[in-house]
């Protein structure tokens, strides 16, 4: 009976592995962060680590100390920069999806601050040096 079981056991083996390799891999698409409008028709970013609120309402800068076209200077290099990493599969634990950002895009202020603490999070929580962030932004 044991000699049975070891035996249906190897048997099963080969096609766990191969019912793996057969699942379709994510399209480029499914693996991008998109930016969306909420019912209001404002732009909208929903991120959804947990500590992410706790670092945007107690370590972020507020943002009156940011104008919009800092932050949408600032949001295209480190989208870029972010995609970059993505793309060349480094930092893979940490960047798991490209972000969809257009700069002739306007998202109004609300947004391009969220995005850009996104960054500064990222750095804050994971050490990932984003060389757009402002240094003040930057991993304290």
């Known amino acids: 009976m044991k000699k049975f079981v070891l035996i249906l056991f190897i048997a099963f083996v ?3 592995c191969l019912s793996q390799q057969n ?3 994510k399209d480029k698409e499914q693996n991008e962060m998109k930016p969306s409008k909420n019912e209001d028709g404002e732009w909208d970013l929903t991120v959804i680590d947990t ?3 706790y670092f945007l309402n107690a370590i972020a800068k507020p943002i009156s100390q940011y104008s919009e ?3 949408k200077t600032k949001n295209t290099f480190l989208v870029n920069e972010w995609n970059s990493y993505y793309s060349s599969g480094k930092y893979r634990n940490i960047i798991e ?3 969809d950002y257009n700069p002739r895009e306007n998202y109004g202020i609300k947004f391009e601050y969220k995005l850009y603490q996104v960054f500064a999070y990222v750095s804050w929580k994971y050490g990932l040096k984003m060389n757009g962030l402002s240094g003040s932004d930057a991993r304290r």
Do not use: M, Q, V
Request: aromatic share 20%; proline share 13%.
């Open 14 to 16: 080969p096609f766990s």
């Open 69 to 71: 076209s800092f932050l």
């Open 97 to 99: 999806s490209g972000i």
């Open 51 to 53: 500590e992410f609120d």
């Open 23 to 25: 699942t379709p891999k």
